[in-house]
């Protein structure tokens, strides 16, 4: 008997599809009519694509297999945003998820919206009762993001403001922030305002001379606590029947991390 496949399981029009030729090779595209998808492995035509499964082979103009699959987060990440910014790398991104406990619901700050990279990845694990308050004083920087965070359907979880988040914000009793500003000592003020008591915040800073500075910076602010910082290395391994090897490709430095609660200040 054949098994009757779910809709939502189908490649319609208007759906993102990763073509996944090989590790090095893969595409993130928009199905639509009469779109052809190119790469140096030949052409995938979208209409091709509309109406299989998700998880399909695939065959492009040159006969050499692909496969159709569902974008993840991180595939919009690293293939699918425009970028006018220096952004932070999944590695470093998971990790600020995970310290600052970011779950559906949490309202969070973001101060430095950029190209709206991390804004995404916020909004993603914020949704569907969450809210993410970004901040950035560059106007087309926010129209960037904007675009990138419809690409993803996640505007309704976000709210961009034009705004210099070392004057302050309109949000208050948040459930977390990250800052990613080139002088965040100058918002500490701020960040302490919006925040719950108890509530973490990130800084990622991609200098040791701003980390010190930073670090300095909280510590004589007295309203945090728990203050620590991080940095992240990531390497992949090549995989084959015949060898397993670290690759000579590395993630190296991108960024530190700092984190710190806020606290009740003493009288």
Same mark, same amino acid.
């Given at each position: 008997m054949t098994p009757v496949l779910s809709q939502d399981n189908i490649f319609n029009y208007g759906d993102y599809v990763l073509i996944y030729l090989d590790r090095k090779r893969r595409i993130l595209a928009k199905l639509e009519q009469n779109k052809r998808i190119s790469s140096d492995k030949g052409v995938i035509i979208a209409d091709n694509i509309v109406g299989k499964e998700k998880g399909s082979q695939i065959v492009t103009s040159l006969n050499i297999k692909a496969w159709a699959l569902k974008p993840l987060l991180v595939d919009y990440i690293e293939k699918g945003i425009k970028r006018v910014t220096q952004v932070i790398y999944p590695k470093d991104l998971g990790f600020i998820i995970f310290m600052l406990g970011i779950e559906s619901g949490a309202r969070v700050l973001e101060a430095g919206v950029g190209s709206g990279n991390t804004t995404i990845v916020l909004?993603?694990?914020?949704?569907?009762?969450?809210?993410?308050?970004?901040?950035?004083?560059?106007?087309?920087?926010?129209?960037?993001?904007?675009?990138?965070?419809?690409?993803?359907?996640?505007?309704?979880?976000?709210?961009?403001?034009?705004g210099d988040v070392r004057k302050?914000?309109?949000?208050?009793?948040?459930? +977390?922030? !990250?800052?990613?500003?080139?002088?965040?000592?100058e918002? %500490?003020?701020?960040? @302490?305002?919006? #925040?719950?008591?108890? +509530?973490? !915040?990130?800084?990622?800073?991609?200098?040791?001379?701003? %980390?010190?500075?930073? @670090?300095?910076? #909280?510590?004589?602010?007295?309203g945090f606590t728990d203050i620590r910082a991080f940095e992240l290395i990531l390497r992949e391994y090549e995989l084959s029947k015949t060898s397993i090897r670290?690759?000579?490709?590395?993630?190296?430095?991108?960024?530190?991390?700092?984190?710190?609660?806020?606290?009740?200040k003493s009288l």
């Open positions: 909004a993603h694990f914020v949704k569907p009762t969450g809210h993410v308050y970004g901040y950035d004083n560059r106007e087309d920087f926010l129209k960037i993001a904007r675009n990138n965070i419809a690409k993803l359907g996640l505007e309704n979880f976000v709210t961009l403001k034009y302050g914000v309109d949000e208050k009793n948040l459930d +977390a922030a !990250v800052v990613d500003i080139p002088d965040p000592w918002a %500490l003020n701020t960040i @302490y305002n919006s #925040l719950k008591p108890s +509530a973490p !915040v990130a800084f990622f800073i991609p200098s040791v001379q701003q %980390l010190l500075k930073l @670090y300095e910076a #909280l510590e004589d602010f007295k670290p690759s000579t490709h590395i993630v190296g430095h991108t960024g530190f991390i700092m984190f710190a609660r806020k606290i009740i």
